[in-house]
């Protein structure tokens, strides 16, 4: 007699309700943590990526250690944000702060940049990395923004990619700061974290990006790349993370963890 087993589709959102359960439960407060990971563990198995109830753990976790992160580049308008962040390409936020402070002081217009010149904006961030290349980017950049768009920034990701220096990656920064978008700014500290704590694990930038995009609760979205790049910045490090201080070590299952 032939054993009969059920229809995939109806398998497959039998367990993906089974797997909501225990989120909802957390959410009521009607399981406790350890509980709730370890009930959504049962239904998924050998996962690659967190399973829903860990990664909504992780970012309430990083909110109430730091509430309302910030960025950690200076600026003082939305030009001078989008300079910033086309500076910082391979290069620390401070050593980008050492170098735009002046510049920033005569220079926070597209119009007073293009007058100062190539010339002497490539003296006032020269001990920048690439600084021959961003100096040339950023005077091209402001005389796009005064040829588009009367020197506004945009508030598109497909046009601030048009822009001399702008990435995917800068654009993201920028429409997150400078406009409250909820998008991620996958660099260095959030594909190490998003891979470590298997949040959204990806072999490209744009692989986890999109990945984060799918799984970051809605309520978290604002801050995440911020939380996530302050925490690899100073805790989840690269070489010798500093797992004794770490807020998600509980949650942690990385084979670089230390403790
Ligand atoms: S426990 Fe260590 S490796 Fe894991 S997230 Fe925390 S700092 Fe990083």
Redesign the pocket.
């Known amino acids: 007699m032939p054993i009969k087993t059920p229809a995939k589709k109806s398998l497959g959102a039998a367990l993906k309700r089974r797997a909501r359960k225990p989120a909802k439960e957390l959410a009521a407060g009607k399981r406790s943590l350890p509980k709730a990971l370890q009930a959504a563990r049962a239904v998924k198995g050998k996962a690659k990526a967190l399973d829903a109830v860990g990664i909504r753990v992780i970012f309430q976790r990083l909110h109430d250690a730091n509430p309302e992160p910030k960025g950690e580049l200076d600026y003082v308008n939305q030009y001078t944000l989008l300079v910033a962040v086309v500076l910082s390409a391979q290069t620390t936020d401070t050593g980008v702060n050492k170098a735009t402070g002046p510049l920033f002081a005569v220079a926070d217009t597209p119009q007073k940049m293009l007058a100062l010149g190539e010339d002497k904006v490539r003296d006032y961030i020269k001990s920048i990395g690439l600084y021959r290349t961003k100096a040339k980017n950023v005077i091209a950049l402001s005389e796009q923004l005064l040829a588009n768009s009367g020197g506004e920034i945009p508030r598109s990701r497909e046009e601030l990619e048009k822009l001399p220096g702008v990435g995917r990656k800068t654009a993201n920064v920028v429409l997150n700061i400078a406009f409250g978008e909820e998008t991620f700014a996958v660099d260095t500290h959030l594909f190490r974290?998003a891979n470590?704590?298997r949040i959204a694990p990806g072999k490209t930038p744009l692989e986890v990006e999109l990945g984060l995009e799918k799984c970051v609760p809605k309520e978290f979205r604002r801050h995440a790349h911020h939380w996530l790049i302050l925490?690899g910045r100073y805790?989840?490090k690269a070489v010798k993370?500093?797992?004794e201080k770490?807020v998600?070590?509980e949650l942690?299952t990385?084979g670089?963890?230390?403790?």
Do not use: T, V
């Not at 670089?256 to 403790?259: E, H, L, M, P, T």
């Open positions: 974290l470590r704590l925490h805790i989840c993370p500093e797992c770490c998600l070590a942690c990385s670089d963890k230390r403790i």
